[in-house]
């Protein structure tokens, strides 16, 4: 049979109606849809697709489970390795993982591997799903600093091996970035993050909230009382600025408060909740990756009549996501290229009012492959705003690192860990996840917590 060469669409909801709600905007795959994508499978005998997944999905078994009508059974094979599946169905960045490596996406596309993984995961959500086999007690006790992808990937696979695992969160509510970073329309917070956690409690794994290691508890004294290893994946949530004039001015965020404010806090919905945010007219985001498109997106659920990426490359250097950039456009998003501000100016109040920007064109490439920005001379101009948002990346949370006495760090503060088990300098102290490679994606971070889980019960049974 000729394989069909084409993925099924997702279903998302009208641009023109997203853009004025948090609903979610891909609406995922109905039964019938899953079963004709997962019938595209061509059930290599060796297949690539798993080379490209740093959590070891089984992606062909349970592919053919789907093709069955199997739905359960596919999850259950699933979640062998993947305690996260509905939120790696939604953001994962499957065009560079799996589904780069499917042999149909030579001649075609590839096979929806991410969608048809969030299809299970939800009919899972929905219906229900068998208990996950664990192994018996060990009596060994392991502490995970952190409950964002990497933390909660590490407790689940822990979970399984048998060991009690208490995870220890800073903010009043588990999930980490996949809770404060990535906003409702992409990821639903109630409905997915913590319906998937839940499932990772029901493991056995203890999650202590407002528990701030480094002030409660050293590492050391985690050590001390009793527990025999530690796992650290605190993440990156220190925001880089640009340090230019201006910056200190009411309206300039770092996209980690505004989106924190927003998907944590639940800003769009005060008074309701809380926490308030501010947003004008005019909102220029900084920046060009995931993080910066969730923002201008977000600003214009917040009431923006324009929102705007301002970015000194060019469209072919932007990092985010080509799907995240293409609903940033249908939304309504505009994008101001190879400009980049110099100084964001205030009136009289200290409220800002503009920013002057400067024009770039592309020169030679640089250290990291992408064509050098070069400042036109003379090409200076005034862009009136009303709020900006610095999406620059995030550096590493640095509370655990300054209170642990031996650990090595690198220049920029990260935690040095062996790619490979997560072992730091210190005997029975682990670490993974942006705290260690600075910050990447969910997925990345679940493959270091799954890699670090695997050398902790190595460690464990060693001693």
């Known amino acids: 049979m000729t394989p069909v060469m084409t993925k099924h669409e997702m279903p998302t909801q009208d641009p023109k109606e997203r853009v004025n709600n948090f609903n979610e905007v891909a609406l995922g795959y109905d039964e019938q849809t899953a079963l004709t994508e997962a019938s595209r499978c061509l059930n290599c005998k060796k297949p690539k697709c798993m080379e490209g997944c740093p959590v070891e999905v089984p992606i062909p078994e349970f592919i053919s489970s789907i093709k069955e009508g199997d739905f359960a059974g596919a999850i259950k094979k699933i979640k062998t390795k993947n305690s996260l599946p509905a939120v790696c169905g939604r953001v994962c960045p499957q065009e560079n993982q799996c589904e780069k490596y499917c042999i149909l996406g030579k001649k075609g596309d590839p096979v929806g591997i991410g969608r048809l993984e969030r ?10 799903g068998e208990p996950i086999e664990k192994a018996a007690p060990t009596g060994k006790r ?10 909660l990937t590490a407790a689940g696979d822990l979970a399984k091996m048998g060991h009690h695992v208490t995870v220890m969160e800073a903010l009043h509510v588990a999930g980490g970035v ?35 290691v480094g002030q409660l508890d050293s590492i050391d004294e985690l050590l001390a009382e009793g527990y025999d290893a530690v796992f650290i994946g605190t993440g990156a949530g220190l925001p880089y600025f640009m340090n230019i004039p201006g910056e200190n001015l009411n309206g300039v965020y770092s996209a980690n408060e505004f989106l924190t404010r927003t998907n944590l806090m639940k800003a769009y919905q005060f008074p309701e909740h809380d926490t308030p945010i501010k947003v004008g007219e005019r909102v220029a985001v900084i920046g060009a990756g995931n993080v910066a498109m969730d923002a201008a997106r977000t600003a214009l659920r917040l009431g923006a009549k324009e929102s705007y990426i301002v970015y000194r490359r060019s ?27 110099v100084e964001f100016l205030g009136d009289e109040n200290g409220n800002l009012k503009a920013m002057k920007c400067v024009k770039y064109q592309l020169g030679e490439p640089d250290a990291s492959g992408r064509c050098r920005p070069v400042p036109i001379a003379g090409s200076e101009y005034e862009m009136a705003v009303d709020n900006v948002v610095l999406a620059l990346g995030q550096g590493p949370n640095p509370l ?52 670090a889980a695997r050398a902790i019960n190595d460690y464990l049974q060693s001693k």
């Open 178 to 212: 996949l809770m404060y970073g990535i906003p409702e329309f992409r990821l639903p917070k109630d409905k997915v993050v913590q319906k998937e956690i839940e499932k990772i409690k029901e493991l056995g794994v203890e999650i202590k909230t407002n528990y701030v």
């Open 119 to 128: 299809f299970v995961a939800d009919y899972e959500l929905l219906h229900g």
């Open 142 to 151: 392991v502490a995970v600093v952190g409950s964002g992808p990497a933390g």
């Open 315 to 341: 469209e072919k250097e932007m990092p985010a996501r080509h799907e995240e950039i293409e609903h940033a456009q249908e939304e309504g998003v505009k994008f101001a290229l190879l400009t980049s501000p």
């Open 400 to 451: 655990v690192p300054r209170t642990t006495p031996g650990l090595e760090l690198t220049k920029k503060g990260n935690i040095v860990a062996n790619e490979e088990t997560g072992e730091t300098s210190k005997p029975g102290v682990f670490a993974g996840g942006d705290i260690v490679t600075g910050a990447a994606t969910v997925i990345k971070a679940m493959g270091a917590g799954k890699k």
